[in-house]
Every structure is written in C-alpha cells, then in structure tokens.
C-alpha cells in the first residue's frame, strides 16, 4: 500500500520552456503533498507543501511564480517549472501522506530529473 | 543549530558487520520518527518508524529512540553491500523535518 506515482521520471527540453510534473496517490487519499528539491549530493530541499483545495504554502526563498502547485483533488498535485532555465535543472521529487499530516510517514514518488539545455 | 542532524559520513562497515546510523533532533514535542533510504540518484523509501521510547524490530533493522536525550538511531545488522545508501533521519511533530542524511558503505 501507499504508493505515490510521479511522471515523467526524466524531462529534457529547451531554456524557456515550461515543464509540468505529476504527482499521484494511486491507493490513498493524500490531503496533503509536499514537492522536495535535490541536487547532487546535497540534502532534501522541502519547496512548498501542497493542500487539496487550497493554495500551497512555500518554503521561504523559493518562488511561487516560478514553481506552480495545483493540487485540485485527493489524489493528484502537479508542479509546473515556468520558463524553465539550466539552473533550474534538478530532481524533482513528490511525496505525500495517507490520511493527512499527523504522525504518518510520508511516502515518496520516485522522482522526475530535469534537464534544461 | 539544526532541527535534525546526523553525521554525514561517510560510514565504512565490512560485510556482515553492524551498522549505526545516529539522529539527534531539537524540537522536544516531536511525536514520530522515521527513517528513509536513498539510494544514489532514487528518491527515499521508508524502512523503519518509531514512535515509543525503545527498541522497534524490522527483520535485520533496529530502530531505536530515546525522547528523554532527543535521540533515535538504526541499526542494521549483518550488514550487506545493497544496505550501501544515504539513510534520512526525519522526525515529525505536524510538520517533518528531514536530517541531511549519512551515507552508509557496505564493504564486501
């Protein structure tokens, strides 16, 4: 149980471009999701928290502008990168947690790698 | 200071040996505590939750807490070179909070 499926799992296109990333509960309802950052060899970089229905909460520093959160049912939340730039090239990972946040775990999608050219 | 740190390694165990993984947090109502694997270039997966004081069993994991010093640790016994990972630390009183992680090396 509590499997989280994120698409796509690589991205590679065009400075400018806008890239979106899917983040799916397939066997739970997920109130709330949360979007993580990660470069090479470098922590877990929370971005921005995202709850069904309403607007997402951002960690100070990132850009909500920038970083588009839709999480418009129970089940799914998408990131959208605007105009994305190289130095926007990262991993890109979901989580989210069955039943709300209290004192469950969170269970991780697999990841989407982004590359900006 | 942090809210969750851990060492970040790297830590070399041989093959077969015992591996501990140790966490210390800051905020003194957290409720639950988790640790996560990561292998290189994957996203983390859960292996091991706690939420009493003591010792919690998983198979050849141990996860262990001590609320009273704001401390959990892992162990892995009969340690193998696919335990080779970063593992996380993450403690969660409403809100998780993840350590940097420490990364483990499994020598055959």
């Known amino acids: 149980g509590a499997v989280v499926s994120q698409h796509p799992s690589r991205v590679i296109c065009k400075s400018g471009t806008s890239v979106k990333i899917e983040c799916r509960s397939l066997d739970f309802q997920a109130t709330t999701m949360f979007w993580y950052r990660q470069f090479p060899k470098k922590s877990l970089m929370l971005m921005a928290t995202?709850?069904?229905?309403?607007?997402?909460?951002?960690e100070q520093g990132v850009e909500k502008d920038k970083f588009l959160i839709n999480h418009a049912s129970l089940t799914l939340s998408t990131l959208t990168v605007t105009s994305a730039h190289p130095e926007d090239s990262s991993f890109y990972i979901c989580s989210a947690v069955d039943g709300g946040t209290g004192n469950q775990p969170q269970h991780f999608g697999d990841g989407t790698r982004l590359s900006i050219l | 200071q942090k809210e969750v740190e851990q060492n970040s390694g790297p830590l070399s165990v041989p093959e077969g040996a015992i591996a501990s993984l140790n966490c210390t947090y800051s905020d003194r109502g957290s409720q639950s505590f988790f640790w996560y694997r990561q292998y290189s270039g994957k996203s983390p997966e859960l292996i091991m939750f706690i939420y009493s004081n003591g010792d919690k069993e998983d198979g050849r994991f141990t996860a262990q807490l001590n609320k009273a010093s704001q401390y959990v640790s892992l162990l892995i016994r009969d340690s193998q070179p696919s335990d080779s990972a970063t593992y996380l630390c993450a403690v969660n009183n409403n809100d998780m909070r993840f350590g940097a992680g420490t990364r483990l090396t499994v020598k055959p």
């Open positions: 995202s709850n069904e229905g309403s607007k997402a909460t951002y």
